[in-house]
Nanobody
């Protein structure tokens, strides 16, 4: 099975920086897209940033110029670096992976999407 393991997050003052990381574990052959969504209180879950395999990175307009999504040194890992954080960035951040192919012994498994358990980010003075 494939799992998404998140780390990082926490509390920070407005204008500060935080990073959240996500690592996909399992016998993974490929992942088409990987990145982050967030869900603020009383709001729907929304895209933050997603990186495409061999392609561009998509960012929400609200985070362009402040957040950077990059690949980690370990395979199937992404890191979201959040700079100049604002109170409106407060949310639970969820890692998402799309188009996953993995294997178990001789069996090939595919997943259209997987989600992490979520990690809270609080921006407050």
């Amino acid at each position: 099975q494939v799992h998404l393991v998140e780390s990082g997050g926490g509390s920070v003052l407005p204008g500060g920086s935080l990073s959240v990381s996500c690592a996909a574990s399992g016998n993974i052959l490929s992942i088409e897209r990987m990145g982050w969504y967030r869900e603020a209180p009383d709001k729907e879950r929304e895209l933050v940033a997603m990186i495409n395999e061999g392609g561009p990175t998509d960012y929400a307009d609200s985070v362009k110029g402040r957040f950077i999504l990059s690949r980690g040194d370990a395979k199937n890992t992404v890191i979201l670096t959040m700079n100049n954080l604002k109170s409106e960035d407060t949310a639970v951040y969820y890692c998402k992976a799309e188009g996953i192919s993995s294997y178990y012994r001789v069996r090939l498994d595919t997943y259209s999407e997987l989600w992490g358990q979520g990690t809270p980010v609080t921006v407050s003075s």
